[in-house]
């Protein structure tokens, strides 16, 4: 059986046992609560899709400021 405990390394809440049981006490902690330290088997990280997300999102934008800034910086070099 698994159970909740708490990470030596970053104090946040883990699970220890079998591993069999580790969706049930991942479901037990609030989210972003989670320790990161070690891996949840049979959990999908949503740490890393929301990350995707903002990553795509962040480009588009990052694009457009790179664009504007390179065209003033080009127009003052020459």
């Known amino acids: ?12 809440p883990t ?4 591993g069999r ?16 330290c070690r891996d949840w088997p049979g959990v999908a990280p949503p740490v890393v899709q929301k990350k995707a997300d ?7 934008k990052t694009t457009t400021s790179g664009a504007a800034e390179g065209s003033e910086g080009g127009a003052a070099a020459q």
Not at 1 to 12: A, D, F, H, L, R
């Open 1 to 12: 059986m698994c159970y909740q405990v708490k990470c030596g390394t970053c104090g946040k």
């Open 15 to 18: 699970w220890a046992g079998c």
């Open 21 to 36: 049981h580790v969706a049930s006490v991942h479901a037990q902690i609030p989210d972003g609560q989670h320790c990161a």
């Open 54 to 60: 903002a990553d795509t999102a962040g480009a588009g």
